[in-house]
């Protein structure tokens, strides 16, 4: 069963952008948070952003903070990921997820407190 589907990857060359967006399928899309993740090869799978349920509270990875901004219209069920100023280590396969509740102890800018994943969307940016 899929979750959430991700779309908007592609290949930019550096400097560019994209836009990417994850929805739910087949259900509202109501979680906590909603979070993006990616994963380049031979790596282990890494956070990029996260946002609560209203959007209020966003954070972001170092390696993408002011570059990189996570937003959310769950009135389309869709969140989205705007990716400017690309550079050839974004090169990745970016996952989509979302955690249905709230725990206050867990740390969502880990992949542990989500619920539901992606299949991924690949981004690769060129030099």
């Known amino acids: 069963q899929v979750q959430l589907v991700e779309s908007g990857g592609g290949l930019v060359q550096a400097g560019g952008s994209l836009r990417l967006s994850c929805a739910a399928s087949?259900?509202?899309?109501?979680?906590?948070?909603m979070g993006w993740f990616r994963q380049a090869p031979g790596k282990e799978r890494e956070f990029v952003a996260t946002i609560s349920r209203t959007g209020g509270s966003t954070s972001y990875a170092d390696s993408v903070k002011g570059r990189f901004t996570i937003s959310r219209d769950n009135a389309k069920n869709t969140v989205y990921l705007q990716m400017n100023s690309l550079k050839p280590e974004d090169t990745a396969l970016y996952y989509c997820?979302?955690?249905?509740?709230?725990?206050?102890?867990?740390?969502?800018?880990?992949?542990?407190?989500?619920?539901?994943w992606g299949q991924g969307t690949q981004v690769t940016v060129s030099s």
């Open positions: 997820a979302e955690g249905l509740v709230y725990n206050a102890g867990s740390d969502y800018n880990t992949a542990e407190p989500y619920d539901y």
């Open positions: 087949g259900r509202t899309f109501s979680g906590y948070a």
